[in-house]
């Protein structure tokens, strides 16, 4: 009982409410999108949508788990350079940047769905224990407060090996619960940026929402994260819907070299919140992104669709638009500049 109440991280206090009203994305006691976002799901709809969610599996995960090849750690901190990375599925991104180690929404335990009555279980297997043997962590970034971006199990195995934390406004609250020293911990509102050894980050804007719980929605930001260098310009899009948001993200802080599009648990019954893999490269386009690869699949199943159906059609769609992709395999190192021959490993 007190695991699962540990789950829901940091309460809200008034001292932080106020603190979150002098944000400009603050608004009648939450946080607000940059433009009208609905989700077209009622009440009526909840029993329907959660018996699918948990019973009909077919086609929305794989048949045996995922394999996840073997950390190179020497490989991995050969001093190169250059910009290189590991995706452990759904939305983790292990990097390499500028000679330091940076870990981006490390949801690495084995179910989304902790505090539900049925588990979301993952696609690979022993995913915890990758902790282990990662080096340690210069920097860790959180893009929001979602179980399957933000995870309990994950931070208590990373908090001793990282040195600080970059996240959404909202979120140090969750972190100074489970045991972070408080000034380990710099919050970003949209737009914020910060100077970490010679890689100025930016929190970018999302159309999308947060929450742990039920008294806690919209109470914390979401976002993305922007990385440049004097030679290298990285984005990690962060999960939300299409919107007018991408070409000012492109306006202000691209073109961009690489870029992580988030792709995967869309429905029409939230779409104002995940994009459609179409609308993923478009986005990647309005943003001016050269090079490209989507996330947000291959970990958990949390929509209804087949687990490959975003890959697929982000293919798809990014060869129509003339975007270079690359689609590696779950815990291979990649350097973007390098392009990586597709072996459509998801088919096997």
Not at 329 to 348: F, M, N, R, Y
Request: aromatic residues 14%.
């Amino acid at each position: 009982m007190r695991k699962l109440i540990q789950q829901f991280g940091g309460k809200i206090t008034k001292e932080l409410q106020n603190q979150y009203k002098e944000s400009e994305n603050w608004s009648d006691g939450k946080f607000k999108n940059l433009e009208v976002t609905t989700m077209d799901m009622g009440v009526k709809d909840i029993p329907k949508m959660l018996y699918k969610q948990f019973t009909d599996k077919a086609k929305r995960q794989p048949e045996t788990p995922i394999p996840i090849v073997p950390f190179d750690k020497e490989a991995f901190l050969k001093k190169d350079g250059t910009f290189k990375f590991i995706w452990y599925g759904h939305s983790v991104i292990l990097m390499r940047m500028n000679g330091k180690t940076i870990l981006i929404d490390p949801m690495l335990g084995p179910n989304a769905s902790p505090i539900a009555p049925f588990k979301t279980k993952r696609f690979s297997e022993n995913t915890l224990d990758l902790i282990t043997d990662f080096p340690e962590i210069d920097l860790l970034l959180i893009s929001h407060d979602h179980y399957d971006h933000l995870d309990y199990d994950s931070i208590l195995r990373l908090k001793e090996k990282t040195k600080q934390f970059y996240v959404a406004l909202g979120v140090k609250r969750h972190l100074v619960k489970w045991g972070i020293e408080a000034d380990k911990i710099k919050e970003f509102d949209w737009w914020n940026n910060a100077n970490f050894a010679d890689i100025e980050i930016t929190y970018t804007p999302t159309r999308h929402f947060s929450g742990r719980g039920i008294t806690d929605r919209e109470k914390s930001l979401w976002g993305g994260w922007v990385f440049k260098t004097e030679t290298e310009s990285i984005w990690f899009s962060g999960d939300g819907g299409y919107g007018k948001h991408f070409k000012e993200i492109g306006e202000k802080l691209g073109p961009f070299d690489f870029g992580f599009m988030e792709c995967g648990q869309y429905n029409e019954k939230w779409h104002a919140i995940h994009m459609y893999p179409e609308e993923s490269v478009q986005a990647a386009k309005d943003a001016g992104v050269k090079k490209v690869m989507p996330v947000h699949w291959a970990g958990f199943a949390l929509a209804q669709h087949a687990w490959t159906e975003p890959v697929d059609e982000f293919a798809k769609s990014a060869v129509l638009n003339n975007l270079e992709a690359i689609y590696p395999q779950i815990g291979q190192l990649v350097d973007p500049k390098i392009t990586q021959a597709s072996t459509e490993w998801w088919k096997k």
